[in-house]
């Protein structure tokens, strides 16, 4: 069972805290105000009245024993700062930290948080990315140069498997996924016959991604 570490209960720290514990992980969840740990409290593993700024504080609580930790603070750069520093000098193994700007999020890339995320900016990105491609109905950015999308699966691909196929070698994709009636099959095998109802979830760089979604 992975373990998380969310720092920060706005809407943002909640969403992320109340998803993985419905997605079966552990979750920590931390914020200074009495009242919004009371209210995600019975939606997570624990959830404590806790001050990230204080180092301490997050030695007691064990942080570095987790395997990632969220800092959603948005709203103040200075305790968004002090709560990354105070994470990464614990040793915790994976940080991601929420920045409200492209300058927050330089600054918490250099004190060395391994995944920024800028909410507004990552959303307005994946909306402008599926209304330019109809077809697209999901895409997220994994850097400048690579992403993962979700589309329907390709009218030349039905009734073909995977090994037919052969993705990789002829367009530089991997298909890392297949959704079917609700479904998901995670690495799906060579002999996996495409339905026309399937949505495919493919892994590649933006050019060949693009390729994908012409045929």
């Not at 959603?72 to 991601?96: F, K, Q, R, W």
């Not at 799906?188 to 060949?208: F, H, Q, R, T």
Request: net charge negative; glycine share 6%.
């Amino acid at each position: 069972m992975k373990s998380y570490v969310v720092v920060g209960l706005g809407r943002f720290g909640v969403e992320a805290a109340v998803r993985l514990c419905e997605l079966g992980a552990e979750v920590l969840a931390m914020d200074t105000r009495n009242d919004v740990v009371q209210q995600v409290s019975g939606s997570v593993t624990h959830a404590v009245v806790a001050d990230a700024r204080d180092k301490e504080v997050l030695r007691a609580l064990g942080v570095a024993d987790f395997d990632c930790a969220i800092v959603a603070i948005g709203d103040s750069l200075t305790d968004s700062v002090l709560a990354t520093m105070n994470l990464l000098e614990l040793g915790v193994p994976h940080l991601v930290c929420k920045a409200y700007d492209e300058t927050h999020s330089q600054i918490l890339k250099k004190l060395g948080a391994h995944q920024v995320l800028i909410p507004e900016r990552d959303q307005a990105a994946r909306l402008a990315r599926s209304l330019s491609s109809p077809n697209v109905l999901d895409f997220i950015e994994l850097s400048s140069d690579y992403g993962i999308v979700e589309l329907p699966a390709p009218k030349s691909w039905h009734g073909k498997t995977l090994k037919e196929l052969n993705v990789r070698a002829k367009l530089g994709v991997n298909i890392i996924a297949v959704k079917h009636s609700g479904e998901i099959n995670v690495s799906p095998a060579a002999d996996y016959c495409i339905d026309k109802e399937d949505i495919m979830v493919v892994l590649g760089d933006n050019y060949s991604l693009e390729a994908v979604q012409k045929l």
